[in-house]
Each structure stands twice: as structure tokens, then as C-alpha cells.
């Protein structure tokens, strides 16, 4: 396990009153990237917040949208290195990229959110550290 994907299940171990996660899935894979981002937690924490859940709506998945800020703060600014993670999350899980989508499979096959959300966390950091890594 990565250094990046235990910062980033200790901050999905952070939990609100209500008990909710502190941090949703866009801003737990920007933050997990932090150190090499050169911006301060809470200004990335701000700028992720309406990315979880869909875009709070259902739709993309924040770790999705969240992978696509890293990438492009990072400089990975081509297609091909977006179609990879992309193409890669999607045969991760059978094509489904939306997060209503994921959910309702994932709850199917008798899943808990918090683990299938950690999981698509969990699953776009490998992807992105794998183009990170191919790039050296």
C-alpha cells in the first residue's frame, strides 16, 4: 500500500458528529496527493467539496473528478494519460463511472458504501501513481 493511499484511508477514518465522513471521495484522493501539490489542505479541501457524491448529484464519481484535479495540477495534461485512468477505472468497474451507478451495483452485491467508496479512492491513486510512475 501506497504512502498516498494510507494518508488517504486515514482521512476517510475521520468522521463528523452525524457520523459522515469528514472528507467525501474527491477531496480524500486530492488531499492523499497533497505533498506534492504544493497547496495547503484546506485550500484543496474547498475546492474538491462539491465533487463528492457525484457532484453531489449522482453523477461522476468524486474520486473520478477528484483523479482528474490531481492529474491536472500535477501538469498530466494529455489524452492519452486521461484516457488511461479513465479507460483504467472503467475496467476496474465494468464501465460504470457515475456514482448513483456504482452505488446501486455496489449495494446489489450486498456492499457497504464506505468500503466501495474507500475501494474507487483506493483504485484512483494506483492509477494515477501508475502514469506518475511510467512518466519517470
Known amino acids: 500500500m501506497s504512502t498516498r493511499t494510507e494518508k488517504a484511508l486515514a482521512y476517510r477514518k475521520q468522521f463528523k458528529d452525524n457520523g459522515m465522513p469528514v472528507y467525501n471521495c474527491a477531496q480524500t484522493l486530492v488531499l492523499a496527493f497533497s505533498d506534492d501539490l504544493n497547496l495547503d489542505e484546506k485550500t484543496l479541501a474547498s475546492l474538491t467539496v462539491h465533487f463528492g457524491g ?7 464519481c468524486g474520486a473520478l473528478t477528484g483523479g482528474l484535479m490531481v492529474m491536472g495540477l500535477l501538469g498530466i495534461e ?6 488511461r485512468f479513465m479507460n483504467g477505472m472503467k475496467n476496474r468497474h465494468e464501465g460504470m463511472t457515475d456514482c448513483r451507478v456504482l452505488l446501486k451495483a455496489n449495494m446489489e452485491k450486498g456492499g457497504d458504501k464506505m468500503t466501495h467508496c474507500n475501494g474507487m479512492i ?10 506518475l510512475n511510467d512518466r519517470k
Open 78 to 83: 494529455d489524452n492519452e494519460s486521461r484516457n
Open 122 to 131: 483506493t483504485d484512483a491513486i494506483e492509477e494515477i501513481e501508475a502514469i
Open 54 to 60: 457525484g457532484m453531489k448529484m449522482g453523477s461522476v
